[in-house]
């Protein structure tokens, strides 16, 4: 078991960014890392989502449907940008907590948020057209 306290670097060595400034509580490491989990299924749903509305593009009456494309297309822009901040904002809270900083605010939630409102939006719109 290695010492929490800062380490030493070796003459022009860089220090990876792990073993940077104070090893936090455990408890607080594993918080992050369940919310970064979440993230990653949040994201993975909403491209499960865009597959599905890829596939409905096959049966009637969605078949080759602007509105269906635009769906599909937001889902998997919004699930992929979601899984690809998701590491990047993991990786900042705990070089905070390393560092005993305030944790950093992110704007995943805004876009989780728009993009799927704008989906529930374009799934109602789909909904009542073809009805």
Sequence with gaps: MRPSGPREPRPGAAIPWYEEGEEPDYRFSLANERTFLAWIR???ALLAGAV???VAQFVQPLAHSEAGAALGALLAVTGTA???SSY???LRVQRAMRHNRPLPMTR???ALAWGASLAGVAV???V???R
Excluded: E, I, S, Y
Aim: net charge positive; glycine share 10%; aromatic share 10%.
């Design 42 to 44: 949040a994201g993975l």
């Design 88 to 90: 990047g904002r993991w």
């Design 128 to 130: 009542w057209r073809v």
């Design 82 to 84: 979601l899984c690809a």
């Design 52 to 54: 599905a509305v890829a």
């Design 124 to 126: 109602l719109l789909l």
């Design 108 to 110: 995943l939630l805004t």
